[in-house]
């Protein structure tokens, strides 16, 4: 997505009359003044510019969605979670899933949630701590490693501080003073300036459509709902798309995002006065989330 390439990788301004911004993307309604991005795709050349909508953000918001709670699998705003919260005490079992202990999670059942920092001394199957030559030690010097459990869970809710995470297995006793662990379903990003539009995709279903709504704070409030679809019975997919996005060829129209096709080409057009040239990482797909 055309936001992938800026947000997080370089900064935008609006300023083009001092060369402290040289380094910055230029967003500005006007084509001509704004920097340029042109696209080619089967030997079509489409350009793109930034209208500054949103052009503030700092962290960009992220929000997890789980299987549809409503009349015909309809999504709700009950089906939508970007929290985070520290992780105290992690079970160690190979007959059942782990359960994690976290104070106050918020979580329901159905949510995916990324598990992170995990790390413990590794163990056998009889739970006794062993070394690297997979020597029974006593607890406390068992060889450290970092968990099998640090990835993506589907979590099933026991209590208000505990959930389990279903499907995994316990391979060391964790022990928190050797990391910070952490849940993750999302965060409210920072910097916004306006409400920004979710796309919601998978899970089975059709016609949801939702937006960010952007508090005082500049985060992402909350997941106001237009139509919840039906048929999600599935986990679908979420992403917020801060907007501001245009096409020469559409007559200006604003695009909340655009996707880049595979294998095309990408030319930058540097309108700003004091423009430099400029370098945007581009993610490799193997190390997504």
């Known amino acids: 997505m055309l936001s992938d390439l800026f947000h997080g990788n370089i900064s935008l301004t609006q300023d083009n ?7 910055q ?5 006007n084509q001509e003044i704004a920097d340029n991005l042109l696209i080619i795709t089967n030997s079509s050349w489409q350009t793109y510019w930034h209208d500054g909508t949103n052009y503030s953000v700092s962290q960009k918001a992220e929000v997890s969605v789980r299987a549809g709670s409503g009349i015909g699998a309809a999504l709700t705003t009950r089906d939508f979670s970007m929290n985070q919260g520290t992780i105290s005490a992690i079970s160690n079992t190979y007959q059942s899933p782990v359960s994690v202990t976290a104070e106050n999670h918020g979580l329901r059942d159905g949510f995916m949630a990324k598990i992170s920092g995990v790390y413990g001394y ?20 068992g060889l450290v490693i970092e968990s099998s459990l640090n990835q993506k869970w589907k979590v099933q809710v026991v209590d208000e501080d505990t959930f389990i995470l279903l499907g995994s297995l316990g391979d060391c006793d964790f ?3 050797l ?3 952490n849940w993750y379903t999302g965060n409210q990003g920072a910097g916004y300036t306006s409400n920004a539009s979710v796309t919601i995709t998978g899970g089975g279903g059709t016609g949801a459509k939702a937006v960010a709504r952007v508090g005082p704070d500049g985060s992402i409030s909350s997941i106001r709902i237009l139509s919840g679809g039906f048929g999600y019975t599935g986990i679908p997919s979420a992403q917020i798309h801060a907007g501001g996005w245009r096409n020469l060829t559409s007559g200006n129209a604003t695009y909340s995002d655009v996707f880049i096709p595979p294998c095309s080409g990408l030319l930058m057009v540097r309108n700003h006065p004091f423009g430099v040239a400029t370098q945007i990482k581009v993610s490799s797909p193997f190390n997504a989330d």
Do not use: F
Not at 17 to 23: Q, R, T
Not at 25 to 29: D, G, I, K, N, T
């Open 179 to 181: 990391s910070t662990a």
């Open 25 to 29: 993307w230029l967003v500005h309604p």
């Open 175 to 177: 022990d928190s003073s």
């Open 122 to 141: 590794k163990t056998n199957q009889n739970k006794d701590q062993i070394d690297e030559n997979g020597n029974i030690v006593p607890d406390g010097n």
């Open 17 to 23: 009359e001092s060369a402290n911004h040289s380094k």
